[in-house]
């Protein structure tokens, strides 16, 4: 797998670690981002749609290239605080499996879904998912929300991922890659932005690669960083500026008076890729 270089100790990050960071942010992240925790998405990308709605858009956008039927078994590979899992549970009629480095995460994800009254099909645990341990053919799809770039070995992961898959089954993920060289100083805010929240970009070449190499076909790779990282980014700046002295206060100033998300809305050379992959039928 051929990786953005970044700078710092998260270059390649640990679970052990990436699980302390959302301990310690993912209430920050809920009070910036909303409790999808992750971008959102807008079509066209002028569309008149707040961010807590857009993010659902971009939920419910890959819950649909799963191609999902009722009764079917879904496993959430970083399920964050379980919005997306429990949303995709009501909305497709499927069980979900979500799991978290993040203790943090699992305990608001499990509450969430007692108080939507899905507890039944919606379940969420602490588990690694670089060493996943659910039987062979256990899932009839996989989703990774923004969770992959957390992790050190894509094609690993890919390799987990199509163990765990019945034939037929599809992975729908999100990931971040350099649609071309990033110039200075788009490059310092880029590094600074990856470093500080444990995350890797890929080469988008390498994906047929590492999809080839665990038995998986390429359904689809496509660029929608126009529909996500511009307003995402500055909707996130807005809040953290507005709520700054209060989230500094509850979560550390280090971080909030530090990192601007507003530094990367015009680094147009930094991308966010779709893709899903499927393996295929027996």
Request: hydrophobic fraction near 40%.
């Amino acid at each position: 797998m051929t990786s953005t270089p970044t700078t710092g100790p998260a270059a390649r990050p640990v679970p052990q670690e990436v699980g302390r960071l959302y301990d310690r942010y993912t209430a920050l992240g809920a009070a910036s981002l909303g409790q999808d925790l992750h971008f959102g998405y807008w079509e066209p990308e002028d569309a008149e749609v707040p961010l807590d709605e857009a993010t659902g858009l971009l939920t419910d956008m890959m819950a649909g290239r799963l191609r999902l039927r009722p009764g079917q078994r879904v496993l959430d590979l970083g399920c964050g605080v379980g919005t997306p899992g429990v949303r995709i549970a009501i909305t497709q009629g499927v069980d979900v499996t979500g799991i978290s480095v993040s203790q943090e995460q699992i305990s608001r994800a499990n509450a969430l879904a007692t108080a939507q009254a899905v507890a039944g099909r919606a379940r969420f645990e602490l588990h690694d998912a670089t060493q996943l341990s659910f039987p062979d053919e256990s899932f009839d799809a996989v989703i990774a929300l923004e969770s992959i770039i957390h992790m050190p070995d894509r094609s690993q992961i890919l390799g987990q991922v199509a163990r765990v898959l019945r034939p037929g089954g599809r992975l729908v993920l999100t990931d971040f890659h350099e649609r071309s060289p990033i110039p200075q100083p788009g490059r310092a805010a880029v590094d600074r932005y990856l470093r500080d929240f444990m995350m890797t970009s890929v080469d988008v070449a390498e994906y047929p690669r590492m999809a080839l190499a665990n038995g998986l076909w390429v359904e689809e790779i496509r660029d929608i960083s126009g529909n996500t990282l511009r307003r995402t980014f500055a909707e996130l700046s807005r809040r953290l500026r507005e709520g700054r002295a209060e989230l500094g206060q509850e979560h550390g100033s280090e971080l909030v008076d530090t990192f601007d998300p507003g530094d990367l809305v015009d680094v147009r050379e930094f991308g966010y890729l779709l893709v899903v992959l499927r393996k295929p039928p027996s």
